[in-house]
């Protein structure tokens, strides 16, 4: 069985600029969060998603935002990129909303800000 | 968020049990204890968790004391594979959902090396 992907692998931008990753997740799995890991520290959470509705929401700013599509896929948007928005990016899905499931990680998006 | 505490790094031998502790000493009657570990170049992934019992797959044990301030997760014969960062998790589900309740809230976690 697929896990869960996540596109592009890498990608460089400059300040100010938008970015868009994806991520699809396991196959029968309807919720997905988007973590931020920045080099040295562990995975900080941004937002969950189940059933298209927002369910849950860290602490950062409204440059970021997602969104969840009618096949549960997912896109995390970044507006007005800061140089500390350099990061690797994951996403999670699991089976249910709950916050006990067991989230699986994809591979994660390796961003850079110049 | 209730809190736990790691040591920062551990040193274990190829084929040696490896006991990594973890420290939650405000922790709620709703959290349940994760564990999470991240090889190298790759995203975290589930390892065990557990309320009140001990807990055992196929991957690991999990001890938890008594009183559920602290907790082992327990490799019982540590390969090179095993080199990884592990954290410990407490996850509510008295709370529902909103914020990022339940969530996984990373610390720094256990960087553990395996000598061969």
């Known amino acids: 069985d697929a896990g869960v992907t996540q596109s592009p692998t890498h990608l460089i931008k400059t300040r100010g600029q938008h970015v868009t990753l994806r991520c699809s997740p396991i196959?029968?799995?309807?919720?997905v969060s988007w973590y931020q890991q920045v080099l040295g520290q562990g995975p900080q959470f941004i937002f969950q998603?189940?059933?298209?509705?927002?369910?849950g929401r860290g602490n950062f700013p409204d440059r970021f935002s997602a969104r969840q599509f009618p096949n549960y896929s997912s896109e995390l948007n970044v507006n007005a990129l800061l140089l500390g928005d350099s990061a690797l990016y994951l996403c999670?899905?699991?089976?249910?909303?709950?916050?006990?499931?067991?989230?699986?990680f994809g591979p994660g998006t390796r961003l850079t800000v110049l | 968020d209730a809190k736990t505490t790691q040591p920062n790094s551990m040193e274990s031998n190829e084929e040696e049990p490896v006991h990594l502790p973890c420290n939650h000493s405000?922790?709620?009657?709703?959290?349940?204890i994760h564990w999470y570990r991240q090889l190298p170049s790759q995203g975290p992934e589930y390892v065990i968790h557990?309320?009140?019992s001990n807990v055992n797959n196929r991957m690991a044990s999990l001890a938890i004391a008594e009183d559920r301030k602290s907790s082992t997760l327990i490799l019982h014969r540590a390969t090179l594979r095993d080199a990884a960062v592990y954290y410990c998790?407490?996850?509510?589900?008295?709370?529902?959902?909103?914020?990022?309740?339940?969530?996984?809230?990373f610390g720094k976690g256990t960087k553990l090396s395996v000598k061969p």
């Open positions: 557990g309320l009140t």
């Open positions: 998790i407490l996850r509510d589900v008295g709370e529902g959902y909103g914020g990022s309740q339940g969530n996984l809230i």
């Open positions: 999670a899905s699991s089976w249910g909303g709950a916050p006990y499931n067991e989230q699986f």
């Open positions: 405000t922790i709620s009657g709703t959290d349940y």
């Open positions: 196959s029968g799995h309807k919720s």
């Open positions: 998603y189940y059933e298209k509705e927002e369910r």
